[in-house]
């Protein structure tokens, strides 16, 4: 178990809130009390462990001690890949009780607001852990791919059962529900891909994304350069 440090300004808040339009102004200060509030109540912490990666098939790439994931994008979106760091991160138990709270006490805008920074720090612990494990295995001469989260287009939630088989998430008090959802709600879940050849990358500009035409694809990393075709075809 990890202590994550994390900072969260007002815009963090706004991006959970979403648009606001004329009413901005107005909740300046109710942000400005639900950052120092969440801060207050929040035991951001995290849960992470290596995995190697054992064989890939149609649609599977397995991992150690018989764990895989199902997804049909995954075994391209790891190709090349050694090893995956999962993780578990969360916010702490404590903002969503507050919230609950704060809504039986007829407070629902000061409720709606302080969710929203907890949301904004469930989700920059998940940054702050992903940027670690990328610069640890980045020092150690790997590539590192993009997070990969459950719950997506390429990776169903059914992902989360074997993060949760993986990982002693119950040492930083997050359980997986029946539903797939975790609790507390203030949690993220993902995988972080390493190798020496790994060939999608979490740096856009090294990726082969720029040259691939698969239009729908949900990984999309960079836009697809349609001068790439001509230089190379001439
Ligand atoms: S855009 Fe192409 S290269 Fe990039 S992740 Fe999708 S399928 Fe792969």
């Known amino acids: 178990m990890t202590r994550v440090e994390i900072e969260i300004v007002p815009d963090d808040v706004w991006r959970c809130l979403g648009p606001a339009g004329g009413a901005r102004e107005q909740l300046t200060r109710d942000i400005d009390w639900a950052i120092s509030e969440a801060a207050e109540l929040a035991e951001p912490a995290s849960v992470t462990r290596e995995m190697a990666v054992g064989a890939m098939g149609r649609g599977t790439v397995e991992f150690d001690e018989g764990l895989s994931v199902n997804g049909p994008m995954l075994p391209h979106l790891m190709e090349g890949a050694q090893g995956a760091v999962f993780f578990v991160v969360t916010a702490g138990a404590e903002i969503g009780l507050r919230v609950s709270e704060l809504f039986a006490e007829d407070r629902p805008l000061e409720a709606i607001v302080l ?120």
């Open 115 to 234: 969710d929203a920074a907890g949301s904004a720090i469930a989700m920059n612990a998940q940054s702050h852990t992903v940027n670690e494990i990328a610069t640890g295995r980045k020092e150690e001469g790997h590539q590192v791919g993009p997070c990969l989260v459950p719950g997506n287009e390429y990776w169903d939630l059914e992902g989360q059962r074997t993060l949760f088989r993986a990982l002693p998430a119950h040492r930083i008090g997050v359980r997986l529900l029946d539903s797939l959802q975790m609790d507390p709600q203030k949690s993220q879940s993902a995988l972080v891909p390493f190798g020496e050849e790994l060939r999608i990358l979490d740096d856009p500009a090294s990726s082969p994304c720029s040259r691939c035409k698969a239009t729908r694809c949900p990984m999309r990393l960079e836009p697809y350069e349609a001068s790439w075709d001509a230089e190379n075809l001439s």
